[in-house]
């Protein structure tokens, strides 16, 4: 089975629906920025404020490049801007979790811990610049998408479903 790899703004709750699929299927999940954390031994956050975001991407195209070569029937979730991985297509199925700006941003808004998610992501620091971004990339992550699911007032558990249902 191919992998299949979930993409979209930040905050749209990528981790959130990969950890219901691995509970609603046999796959097991893998987190591109995890994988990061760990490669560098400290935050996204950090490696963005003392190497900048050209290192991190660099950092993005070599797990793209070990997740080609070396993982199979696996689910991906990745950050905000893995989408412009150049071999994404050869990874495996990729599934575009979207969303408008402000669903996405009330969504974080209204998590309990929403201080700490909001701190997590760099550039959702500027909530105007955000909501630029979100424009820029919808179209982008559209484009290199096997599979658009709309996100929007669904239940985690019902965009899994529907996913697995897709992808099957």
Do not use: C
């Not at 993005?60 to 297509?89: H, M």
């Amino acid at each position: 089975m191919k992998n299949i790899i979930l993409i979209g703004f930040m905050g749209v709750g990528k981790g959130s629906v990969a950890r219901e699929i691995v509970k609603q299927s046999d796959l097991v999940a893998l987190d591109t920025d995890d994988i990061i954390e760990s490669m560098e031994n400290r935050s996204i956050k950090k490696i963005f404020a003392e190497s900048g975001e050209e290192y991190f991407r660099a950092l993005e195209r070599k797990v793209a490049l070990w997740l080609q070569k070396e993982v199979d029937g696996t689910l991906i979730s990745t950050g905000g801007g893995f989408f412009k991985v150049p071999n994404l297509s050869k990874i495996g199925t990729v599934v575009y979790l979207s969303a408008p700006f402000e669903t996405i941003h009330n969504r974080i808004l209204a998590h309990p811990d929403a201080a700490k998610k909001l701190r997590k992501r760099p550039l959702f620091q500027d909530i105007e610049k955000a909501r630029k971004l979100h424009e820029e990339r919808a179209a982008h992550y559209k484009k290199v998408a096997d599979i658009t699911i709309d996100v929007s007032g669904k239940e985690i558990s019902e965009i899994a479903k529907e996913i697995l249902k897709k992808v099957k």
